[in-house]
């Protein structure tokens, strides 16, 4: 087992996410020692629930489950697990456990920062996107008619436990989307760090068969890079007011395809994939990077053979980046490759975006 503390400005208490490799029956245990005594109920991903809920063995009458799907993360089912957590009259020094991937995690993390103002929140991802994104750094979110995560909070929880051993199950398409968000910290690990780098393009370029297979190994080291990456950048800027901005790399094209395929063609992964290679186009046409760093992001990207058919007519892209959260009417800012493993955030009008893009 390896620990990392999160240590979030201004919060009295830091925060530990354990990295396990041991059997998924011993689970339950490491959560009871770490809640004690108190009260408390578990959100589960039903798909986790069917696979997992004899070996994790928690009492039925503490479990909401709830549907797979990003449609899932809506005000209703906010309002079921609420109406759930409040029946079961949970007081401030209890605990919320979300078991399953981004989905469960994002709404049971928006319902334990607004019940009783705050309540302990312990993690327990179940998916490669939700280890090494959405299980970190206290984003929690509803989706609404007007668009996604548009209503959230930003809540550290008490604790984060990852085990590797829920990828054996996980299906190749959520795995892949997982892929996606690990290759986006490749092109911005120098951002994302003030220690000594594992140079994480070199490490997928080496090691890209191993990570197809699911190789626990590598994962393990994998997943606790990337946490360690991303643990950088919330303990600098835990708002999004600056550094954070970053992690928004390959986003802006990805949030715009997703909207645009209403959330069913693409996993987000895969459509941060999508919006890699479209930012690298734009950052080569620009002459921000030399060829020989654009075909090295394209090779590597390859290599993890997602299908490319994301083309989008620019008008409809700048049309759906302009209701994305992140624009404005004048613009938009980009997080674009400069260097190797480096970007930068720089600020484009729709009419240069058009422009260099060019159609
Ligand atoms: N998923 C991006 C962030 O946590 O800021």
Redesign the pocket.
Known sequence: MSQLEVNITGKSKNYPIFILNNSLSELKNLIFNRIENHNYIIVFSEKVYKLYSKILDFPKDKIFILKDGENQKNIKNYQKIMNFVLSKKLNRQDFIISIGGGVVGDLTGFVASTYMRGINLIQVPTTLLSFV??SV?G?TAINTKYGKNLVGSFYQPESVFININFLKTLDEKQYKSGLGEILKYAFIEKNCSDFENLNLIAYLNENFEKILKRDILILLELVEYCIKL?KYV?ENDEK?SDL?RI??FGHTYAHAIETFTKYKKYTHGHAVVCGIYFIFDFAYKTKLIDKEYFYLAKDLLEKFSYEKSCHININKLINLIKSDKKGSDEGIYLVIPESYANCAIKKYSFDEIKNIIGE
């Open positions: 994104d959405s750094g984003k991303k919330v999004e954070r992690l928004n």
